[in-house]
């Protein structure tokens, strides 16, 4: 992970509000991501962007 990153991005179960807010968030989230797939097409990794 980079540094910076919250423990709950490894591990869903860290999450430090409720259920239905991380529901909400994912929602949320797919809501902005899934309009345009360019969103998904990286080539680059959290590892190789450190460098």
């Known amino acids: 992970?980079?540094?910076?990153?919250?423990p709950w991005m490894l591990?869903?179960?860290?999450?430090?509000?409720?259920?239905?807010e991380y529901v909400e968030q994912l929602l949320s989230m797919a809501e902005?991501?899934?309009p345009d797939p360019r969103h998904f097409a990286?080539?680059?990794s959290p590892a190789s962007s450190a460098t």
């Open 1 to 6: 992970m980079p540094d910076g990153a919250a």
């Open 32 to 34: 902005v991501l899934l």
């Open 11 to 20: 591990n869903t179960r860290m999450w430090p509000g409720s259920l239905s």
């Open 42 to 44: 990286r080539s680059y």
